[in-house]
């Protein structure tokens, strides 16, 4: 069947199963392979993409069900001018290690910023508590989405240093 | 050594992370090759059996199917999945590519191969299998009773090894103290599931986009299976999402190779999230029974160690763990005599294999649970027992007889100590309440790579571009831990000149040279001292050019900024680009240094960590409420990279302690697949970890950097469970402490665990 | 495998049509989450796909003559935030905000939930203690409203037809004089599914310091989630506290013992439910936090 669906700000037209997943649908016909399956459940958040400025597992949700709406996957959160500013405090703070999970990660940050600019470290963990990841132990995650948001850090922004080359605790 | 450097021992994001963010790096998974077909696997619904019949004809009838593989049309020829070099020892041959005798539920009996995965999937389910079932044993002991049931010819305890150095001492007033600690199988919950990409040619050869830990073993065990020689074959180390040990071995290389050759096509076989559970492999499960005897002062005298391993269907590298799990007690603490038996045993269960720490997270949460129950029988503080017997620097590890090192494992209890509170928090009651807090301390040692047991090398080469730029040739292989951001690093520090100058790409075996890969915790101080070695020959070369260009003998010429001057006269000189552009025709075409490093040595790393967790006792809910790691690290190259390799190994390590854990059923069925009902730690249950290195360069690692990525989560999961026991007043050692063990342990004889 | 036809009602009068088509292996497609993931999973596809994203008229929540109703597209997203569920339902607010990862709460919806009948499904055992009513229509046009409890008839297995959509949940508005709570346990913190979940709803008399009124609805235990009234009887009437605690929480391990005899999990569950007790209890703010005692 004809699908028409806007995805990172362009319109495609699109020749889909009813029954096609969005995640399919974006890696596959679209070429996004920014979109991530982890687990297939909806449990890892590895293929989270925002869908109308919720953050959704796109191996949930049917590409049907994406029609009229505005898809946003991580291929669409840079433009022309450079790097979004998420992106680059990921980088910046070490957030990415293996990179799998940096995706959807990304993805619920930037919709929970989107939807609260000043969020709580408790709030942030919250958001991010349908993505999973292995490597990082979630701080240097948590602590960029904090330096991106508008609130000020209310700690350092750089690892817990209690760096034991030379100086006492 | 405080030491004066310019790049190591600063913070880097990971070399790729601006493809990471974008989404533009392509994955193993997110292949796709021209032509490409895809493969689903049928795996084994019983435990143990033979395959009595295969109708494929419906599957192979549906459009797109292209062909039906088992072992009607493969090789019946045994390898070992493990099998990284030829000349490899402990790798038993007792896997084949699809199995007539299915030994577990998930093994291999079947694949498709088709035009899309969607249609695989559909014809996997069409294939008509028969079993005879046999009976299944599921556990080791269960293994070990029945002989008349071998799993494998040979019987089911397949491997034993026993250590054994010093004296029994026989002191009267000993105290004897006994404990066993059983750990659980658990899965590597890497976020990228398993994949491989194969390619023939028409040549006779392949093409293989491996996301594995080493290309060169993928390549000597699909290429001695398949009857290819070396030369034909060609592994590519393709981007991975994580691996923790559970990409090491070769689970799916060989059967995608040989469809791959079979067809003709290119074939990428994925594996969904429930098939990475079931079928490639787990950490193995253990019990470890110890028996020390010691003074009453808590001096340690004897250590009786015997650990049983649960291998699960095949041998894979279990032997080799067995052993390995024998050889880190001796690591930590000092005592005349020791004693350890191991012994690896078949079971009709998942089969088991490599996992971050080898052996080490296995034995020490043994070793540091029974240190807790020693101090608890002799009334003294844990950290005080255990800075009574912990190994000092420098000295021989009786079971290796190599040197420890630099061993700083005294200096991180002590400070951690300190900078935890330790002696406050571990004097204040835990109460008596619905919430109780508690403490607990654990060490860990950890190896640098495998001198001692091989030839410990690594082969690399390192060459300047005509514009003053760098290529490593190294058979790197990136698991997410930010090697080649490390290689980059020591080269810059001994070059002078910035990381962003030097490119390193990952490990191909037909253009890079030849390097075990990435296990045994032999990347940064092996593989990066050859970085290093690399990078000083080539500044050798550089200098050398530069003499030529600058008509002075090399002795007067010093390396600064990126440029070669006269030493005391700064005005004569020439940068590193103009060295290259005009040396490129005059004193040689390529700068390039091509080095074999050898270790000579393998000191420990260390980790001691703290725990504070506080217990629901109504629920058995426990959280971690505060947890600091300490390092021995020697020097931290990529600072930020390694505190946050201490924070993710220890919510691995905390996820072993608590909440991780694949059994199986009556059936042998694992009752886990899928993240819904295998939890690892999520972001709010995460909490803070506090990292503090302690950072002596005291080896001869590069800058005297030592190994992070394994120690740092051997000693997490017992110092969890010696934070719950104290907030409880139980002796719990039967890992994962979950609620229902936590309230059984509080209310005896009421509830099940 | 044959592909389902999808059909996409724009409207309830559409809807209707559409379900005049469907049989029993037709689906409603509500946020999908739990639909989609079976499909995946275990290889399968309805005949027919009934995607009721483009029926508007059900993503509502309205209160009306004191009855809340939540239209069966809300999402728990919206349950958690919408102020007249925080206000006069907030145990409904407290179990939407407890379920799944915030990408699940975005997708999945009221309805859906209901229809897929986990017996661990914590709006559930909300509505239950809400004494909820289920609106649905079917392919004839037919509306219907009979209690929740009698469409949740067991693990997995309702009493809808075939050809039946739910549209409504419905339920009487809690005025200022109630209290009422959430609470669940799970094998974590979040993102977990409840091994014991309970909703919470009592009258408080504040002169009199006592509770009337008491819903408690247990979830996780059995085969859906159902009210207790041993439990009700036990705190009708009792004054707001700590002993009334006490009894609550041993009164929750007496139900918990008579709807799971000889179950694996009863010796776990009949001790957790004496915390999660005590978390609804406390929650409720009636008295002074109170603390199980312990030998």
Known sequence: MRLLLNVNGMEHELDVRPTARLIDVLRLQLGLTGVKEGCSEGECGACTVIVDDKAVDSCLVLAVQARGKKVLTVEGLADDDGLDLLQRMFIEHGAVQCGFCTPGMLMSAKALLMADPHPTEEAIRLALAGNLCRCTGYTTIVAAVRSASEQPAESSSTPPALDGAGRDV | MTQDLQYVGQTYPVHDAPQKVTGELVYGSDIELHGMLYAKLLLSPIAHGMVTSIDSRAAEALPGVVKVFSHLNSPADVYCRARLTPEQTLCPRDETLFSEHVRFVGDRVAAVVATSQAIAEAAVALIDVQFSELPALFTPEEAQRRDDLPIHPGGNVFFEYDEECGRPGESTDAVVVGSTTSTPRIHHAALEPHVCVAQP??????????????????????????????????????????????????????????????????????????????????RPATVSTIRTTCSPEGQLENMEVASVLDAGAYASSTSD????????????????????????????????????????????????????????????????????????????????????????????????????????????????????????????????GMFGKFAEASNMTLKMNEDGTFELGASLHEVGCGIVTVMKVIIAEVLGVSPDLIAAGEADTSSTPFDYGTFGSRVTYVVGACAKATAEKLKEEIIAAAADLLHEPRERLTVEGGEVHVRDDG???????????????????????????????????????????????????????????????????????????????????????????????????????????????????????????????????????????????VPTAPAVINAVNHALGTSLSDLPATPEKILAALNPGEVEA | MPNAELLTPGGIQELTAALQRATPSSRLLAGGTDLIRSMHQDHWEPDLLIDLSGVRELDYVTLEDGMLGVGSMTTFAELEADPLVRRHARCLAEAAAQVGSAQIRNVATVGGNIANASPCADTVTALVALGADVRTIDGGGAIAT?????????????????????????????????RTTFAKIGSRSTVTVARLSMALVVKLDVAAGTVSGVRVALGAVGEAAFRDARLEELLEGRPANAESARLFAEGCTDAVQRAIPGRYSLPYKQHAVVGLAYDAWNALGLCERCEPAWG
């Not at chain 2, 590519?236 to 994580?242: L, Q, R, S, T, W």
């Not at chain 2, 931290?636 to 990279?641: E, T, W």
């Not at chain 2, 059936?667 to 730690?681: A, E, L, M, Q, T």
């Open chain 3, 146 to 178: 009979r209690p929740l409890t009698e469409i949740t008839v067991g693990s997995g297995r309702t009493s809808l037809a075939p050809d039946e959509a739910i549209t409504e949940v419905s339920f009487a508005a809690l005025g200022a004089d109630h």
């Open chain 2, 201 to 282: 040619h028409s040549t006779g050869g392949l093409t293989i986009w491996s996301i594995s830990q080493g290309v060169y073993g993928v390549r000597t065990v699909v290429a001695d299976l398949l009857g290819l020689e070396y030369h034909h074959v060609r592994v590519i180390k393709a981007p991975m999402g994580g691996s923790f040990g559970g990409k090491t071995e070769f689970i799916l290389e060989p059967v995608t190779a040989y469809m791959a050759q079979k067809t003709r096509r290119p074939i990428k076989l994925l594996l969904d999230r429930e098939e990475c559970m079931r079928a490639t492999m787990v």
């Open chain 2, 571 to 713: 005005r004569r000189g020439v940068a590193f680009k103009d060295i290259a552009r005009l040396s490129h025709m005059r004193h040689s075409p390529a700068i390039t240094a091509a080095v074999t490093y050898y270790a000579t040595s393998n000191p420990a790393s260390y980790s001691v960590q703290f725990a504070e967790v506080e217990v629901d006792c109504a629920t058995g809910l426990t959280a971690v409420t505060d947890f600091l790691a300490v390092g021995d690290v020697g020097q931290a190259i990529n600072r930020g990279m390694v505190h946050a390799q201490f924070q993710g190994a220890v919510q691995m390590g905390i996820g072993y302690a608590l909440y991780e854990h694949v059994d199986v059923d009556e059936f042998g069925r694992s009752g886990v697949d899928g993240f819904k009902n295998y939890h690892i730690v999520n972001a709010p249950d995460m909490p803070d970890i506090k990292v503090l290195l302690i950072e002596h360069s005291g080896d001869d690692g590069p800058f005297g950097a030592k190994s992070v990525g394994e120690i740092a989560t």
């Open chain 2, 321 to 448: 763990y067995a052993v390995h799990m024998c050889k880190k007690i001796t690591k930590l603490y000092r005592f005349p005599y020791y004693h350890h038996r191991s012994q690896a045993v078949y079971t009709n269960t998942p089969v088991a294999g490599a996992m971050r720490g080898w052996g080490a997270p296995e034995i020490v949460a043994a070793l540091e649970i029974h240190m807790d129950r020693v101090a608890g029988e002799l009334g003294m503080d844990p950290v005080e027992l255990r800075l009574l017997n912990l190994m000092h620097p420098f000295e021989v590890d009786p079971v290796t007889e190599m040197s420890l090192g630099d061993a700083r494992v005294r200096e991180c209890l002590e400070r951690g100590a300190a900078a935890f509170d330790w002696s406050a928090r571990r004097q204040r009651s835990p109460g008596s309440g619905r919430y109780r807090r508690g403490v607990g301390v654990a060490c860990g040692a950890h190896k640098n």
